[in-house]
């Protein structure tokens, strides 16, 4: 399959996503709406480790510290400031300035993939009793209590851009959220596109050959790793303004676990397989839950092994090769040759789907 053929698939896609946000609050009602508005916060985490992890080689198990701290980063501002504006930059700003100092050590340290996912889920651990530790009056930032294992509830939802007064309706929250989703995925279309995304695919494949190039392989993955964190953090901020509400829970081991399912289900090396994956295991986890006939955790795990052995690839990688199969026999019907060399002006980096 040709750049351009799949340079075109790729708008179809982004121009049947921005359809999709326009019509859903006049197709479905409004508790489904509140939950595709749940899926589409969490599609944003699993697209920051789908891009850390795919296009930078990063295994980071402990992607929800940067989605909790988000989450806690904006209740906090919320609270304090009574307007969404500030809060969500500084759910941006938070979690990528601790992504920075912990990736600034990690990476100049010469930490290996192993342990650096060992470092980033002991962080998680550390965040999770840390915050559920902070049950009493003294724990509070300005007139904001963290609450502890209570959590902190009643938080103030997204309004209007620096007016307080003007609270979103949970239409206009769908619209914010999967607006959100869909800009976020073609930003990081445009940066693998980019210099930097390039050198970090580079970094990926093979770092000792993208340094003999004169490239600093710690410098590109911790800008990576610091754009993920930003993103998760961001995700942070679009779940509390779904459920008003932050607790420790944000930081548990499930939900890391439930990032790499998503990825693993929707494919590795894609951006599109995290967002896809993630849709259908947080649909089926609705499903199972409304039913209450089943153990989530143990259809994740069938879903997830079945996966492994049947489709190790994902969902969309499959779907892809499928897809270029058929394209080639399609050419070969026409007596054309096969194996052509592909068109490469495009310029797309390898698994920018």
């Not at 399959?1 to 009602?29: G, H, N, R």
């Not at 459920?243 to 494919?267: D, K, R």
């Not at 409304?290 to 079945?306: C, W």
């Amino acid at each position: 399959m040709s750049a351009s053929v799949k340079l075109s698939l790729q708008v179809v896609a982004i121009l049947v996503a921005c359809v999709a946000v326009a019509v859903m609050p006049v197709a479905v009602d409004l508790f489904q709406l509140m939950q595709f508005t749940l899926f589409a916060s969490m599609a944003v985490l699993a697209l920051s480790l789908g891009f850390i992890w795919g296009f930078g080689g990063i295994l980071c198990f402990g992607q929800t510290a940067f989605f909790g701290l988000g989450a806690y980063a904006y209740a906090v501002a919320a609270i304090n400031f009574g307007d969404s504006t500030p809060a969500i930059l500084l759910a941006i700003i938070v979690p990528a300035l601790f992504a920075l100092a912990l990736g600034y050590f990690v990476f100049y340290g010469r930490i290996s993939d192993v342990y650096l996912g060992v470092i980033t889920l002991t962080v998680t651990l550390i965040l999770f009793n840390v915050f559920n530790s902070m049950a009493g009056d003294a724990y509070k930032i300005g007139t904001a209590r963290l609450g502890g294992f209570n959590g902190m509830p009643a938080v103030p939802t997204f309004n209007m851009p620096f007016d307080p007064s003007s609270v979103l309706f949970p239409e206009q929250s769908w619209y914010v959220t999967g607006g959100a989703l869909i800009a976020i995925y073609i930003g990081l279309r445009l940066i693998l596109r980019s210099p930097f995304g390039r050198v970090a695919i580079a970094v990926r494949e093979n770092e000792t050959r993208a340094s003999l190039l004169g490239y600093d392989p710690r410098a590109i993955k911790l800008g990576v790793f610091v754009l993920g964190g930003a993103i998760a953090g961001f995700g942070g901020a679009l779940y509390v303004n779904w459920g008003a509400f932050v607790g420790p829970t944000i930081f548990s081991l499930s939900l890391s676990a439930e990032i790499i399912i998503w990825i693993c289900i929707g494919g590795l090396g894609t951006l599109i397989g995290p967002i896809v994956g993630c849709f259908i295991i947080e649909y089926l986890i609705s499903q199972i839950g409304s039913q209450q006939s089943f153990n989530s955790n143990l259809v994740l795990g069938a879903i997830l092994i079945v996966f492994v052995l049947l489709l190790p690839k994902g969902l969309v990688p499959t779907i892809r090769l499928l897809l270029e199969g058929a394209g080639r026999l399609a050419t070969k019907g026409r007596g054309q040759a096969p194996n052509a060399a592909p068109d490469l002006s495009a310029g797309q980096p390898v698994g920018a789907e």
